[in-house]
């Protein structure tokens, strides 16, 4: 029996994460799964082999350490195979203004949501290309495609990065013969998961009305699908895809504005 793909995911341990395993194990990939809290990657991958009678790999790594990726890579190694696929989905919130938090903790965010993707796509794109096969899907926001904001400073520009990044690397594996190895950028917006409890909003994002918010699991499937495609770039839902084109074409001025004036909805009382 050939062996199966194996598909990388980073904050696999909740969420969009953990429905992304659930979906990829579905369709007959075996899993890595990497994040910070062991006793959960050890459930779901119990949850993963049991369900979907698949192979898994946990890899218990904070990727705010520079050795991060190295450290998951070479573990992958050491079992004998080798990254098909990648989700780039670790990420959080960092609460507050750049005036009142610390650089280490900026500097932390910027490593886990934009280096560690980017250096990751980097170490495993070459054997994806030699193997003429790869699936990257790095996990932006509908953030990317807004005025940046009054609080969570580096939130849309990390995010906006990931969007272009994603771009560049579908471009470049199409323009280099590469038609199997595909780069998409998922770009969800309010979903329903553990990130606004990690960053403090969730009281504030619990008043927004519900028909701005997505399950995870439609999410992750257009993202999938996307990808299956090669498109560059997904926003899923109607009510997002409608706010991405609004945003596109409202005046700068008065984007910044609207902005501007819902920012301090998703800011902790303390960060005044």
């Known amino acids: 029996m050939a062996e199966r793909k194996l598909m990388l995911i980073t904050g696999a341990s909740a969420g969009i994460g953990a429905e992304f395993a659930r979906q990829y194990a579905a369709r007959g990939w075996d899993i890595a799964l990497t994040a910070r809290r062991a006793d959960r990657l050890d459930k779901l991958a119990r949850e993963l082999e049991e369900h979907h009678k698949v192979a898994t790999i946990v890899v218990t790594q904070d990727l705010a350490r520079a050795n991060s990726v190295d450290t998951i890579l070479k573990e992958i190694k050491e079992a004998g195979r080798h990254v098909d696929g990648v989700v780039n989905n670790a990420g959080y919130g960092l609460p507050g203004t750049f005036f009142n938090t610390s650089w280490k903790d900026q500097a932390a965010f910027m490593r886990v949501l934009y280096t560690a993707p980017i250096e990751l796509t980097h170490k495993v794109l070459g054997g994806m290309a030699e193997r003429g096969f790869g699936r990257i899907i790095n996990v932006a926001s509908l953030a ?71 399950e995870s699991a439609p999410v992750v499937e257009a993202g999938i699908e996307a990808c299956e495609r090669g498109q560059p770039v997904v926003v899923p839902g109607a009510v997002n895809k409608g706010l991405a084109t609004l945003i596109k074409v409202l005046p700068e001025p008065l984007g910044r504005m609207l902005v501007g004036a819902q920012s301090k909805r998703f800011r902790d009382a303390g960060d005044d």
Request: one cysteine or more; hydrophobic letters at 30%.
């Open 144 to 214: 990317g495609y807004t005025p940046g904001s009054n609080g969570h400073t580096l939130y849309a520009s990390v995010k906006s990065g990931l969007i272009k990044f994603s771009e560049s690397i579908q471009a470049e594996a199409k323009a280099a013969g590469h038609e199997d190895v595909h780069c998409t950028a998922l770009c969800p917006g309010f979903t329903w998961s553990e990130f606004h409890d990690v960053n403090g909003t969730r009281d504030k994002t619990n008043e927004m009305p519900s028909w701005m918010w997505m």
